[in-house]
């Protein structure tokens, strides 16, 4: 009975484990096709078992897989949008940081200035003009008001200073000096002898030297091409001999108009010379006074829109000079830069 009980016990034992183990077999396998097969989302059973046997992806996974590329893309095109733009934050903090130690410096050198456009000041202004410079309106009429769409990173000016050399021409020049600025000087043949050494540090400075006529008398000088070539040609002769510069850059006296004929300009045009008129009148010479400043300040507001060079006309004078520290604060302070005319320019001139 023991024998028996145990004889069945066994087979029992074995049968039911012989189904245990074909039940745990179906099961794994059924799991396995799940984890392989049906990884990414939850779909049915049916689904994952026809797509394993279809051995192609899901649409849905098709989907994901673009998507999943499309993100990849954008993401990738966010990054290189943000390199982008941090380089270009660079670039714009790089330009202003050579910006402001170009400019900083200059200003920082002079006490606040003085210099204001008040109505005041520059209503004086219309005083009757001398003998001496008649034409101070050409540019002014061409200049609409508003400001420019598109301001340009540097503005520049041409400071010119007429007559000299003179006793006053080395503090000029250390005036523009500490400004970074440089200059032209039209000069008069006597001048250019009397103060030979002024000519020189001109020179050395980097400002243009130009000829500026030997008489200064407009009857004399406009007598004839013949005398207006004679001056120039002695003018130039004279410089070249004390500075070792052969300027053909020169400023008529009282400028061009209305003294220039068509003949004159051909004659001085045909032996190379480059006659410069300005397009902004100091007046340094009628008013005698810091005056001459608000006025230059006053005209360079209107010339706000100009196309081609700014030229200021100055004069070697005492009372320039006074002044001159205060203009090229304001300039400076506005973003002006001055540089001195060069031969390849095209000389600005009045309309005959
Ligand atoms: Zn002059």
Redesign the pocket.
Known sequence: MRNLKKGWSKGTLVVLLAIGFVYLGVFLSHHFQEITVNKPINHSKNETINRAIAKGPAPEEIIEDTDDLRLEKKERIRKQQEQAIAWRIQLEREKSNVKESTTKEPAAAKPATNATTSSEQTTKESKPAQSEQPNTQPAQSEQPNTPPANPVPQKTVYLTF??GPSVFSGQIIALLEKYRYKATF?M?DGNIRRYPNAVKLMVQSGETVGL?SVS?NPKIFYASAASIIAELTQNRNTLKEISGVDSYIM?T??GSVPYMTEEYRKAVHDKGYLMWDWNIDSRDWDYKDARYVNSVITQLNQLANHNGPIVILL?ERRETLAHLPQLLDFLSKQGWMSKAIDSSMTPVQFKP
């Open positions: 007429d007559d039209f008069i500026h200064h400023r006296p009282y004069h």
